[in-house]
């Protein structure tokens, strides 16, 4: 089983959908969570954070459930620019200080007119 | 342009050759990444540096590869005796918390 797992995708939405993204991770000791976003040819860049009390930016609502180890990514109000691949990335720390970040495979979201 | 660069870009090689890879994180940035990815996967984590010392490396991260960061400033990442399977796109990241990390543009290798 892979460490972080996410909705194979594509997905294909009009403007204006609102579109959810699930992720899993195998990880207990996981304890930082993360959605970045990838476009395409291009370097990956932060999207947000994932608390466990839920946050939310804009139009972007990242959920964490830690006992059933679940992230969720909501996008209300889809545009044209949020097609990209979405990542969720953990993280683990260790004693001493090592950190190791795990992305998942990423979903593609296309945003259609 | 203060963001993360790597150098170079490009890099075709042939099988059995060694190739290095740089790095110049964001200057005050003293948390390095070095990931690697393949077309329609995530970024694969290689190894962290905090400062100058390596404090985690990846168990999938062969002999064949060895990273730098000696003084606490760029990193260099070796690949020896390149293989087929080595191809792939190089990503190093730079963050000055656990939270956000900036990435460069990476270098694309292609072994032939």
């Known amino acids: 089983r892979k460490e972080v797992e996410q909705d194979p995708g594509p997905f294909n939405v009009p403007e204006g959908a609102t579109v959810a993204f699930n992720c899993t991770y195998s990880n207990s000791a996981s304890q930082s969570f993360f959605w970045y976003r990838q476009d395409c040819r291009k370097e990956p860049k932060l999207l947000m954070s994932v608390y466990s009390s839920g946050n939310e930016d804009g139009r972007f609502t990242a959920q964490l459930n830690r006992a059933s180890q679940y992230i969720s990514l909501l996008i209300r109000d889809s545009k044209l620019s949020d097609s990209a691949t979405y990542l969720c990335?953990?993280?683990?720390?260790?004693?001493?200080?090592?950190?190791?970040?795990?992305f998942g495979p990423g979903t593609r979201l296309s945003v259609l007119p | 342009d203060t963001g993360v660069s790597q150098n170079p870009r490009h890099k075709i090689t042939k099988r059995g050759q060694n190739v290095t890879f740089r790095c110049d994180p964001i200057?005050?940035?003293?948390?390095l990444y070095w990931y690697r990815q393949t077309l329609g996967q995530g970024p694969e984590f290689l190894t962290y540096?905090?400062?100058?010392?390596?404090?985690?490396k990846s168990r999938l991260l062969s002999d064949r590869f060895s990273a730098e960061r000696p003084k606490g400033s760029f990193s260099t990442l070796e690949i020896q005796r390149t293989e087929q399977g080595d191809s792939a796109m190089y990503l190093c990241?730079?963050?000055?918390?656990?939270?956000?990390?900036?990435f460069g543009p990476g270098t694309r290798l292609t072994v032939t």
């Open positions: 540096f905090q400062n100058e010392a390596q404090l985690e």
């Open positions: 990241a730079s963050s000055r918390t656990e939270v956000e990390q900036y």
């Open positions: 200057s005050e940035h003293n948390r």
């Open positions: 990335v953990v993280n683990i720390s260790s004693p001493a200080g090592g950190q190791n970040f795990v």
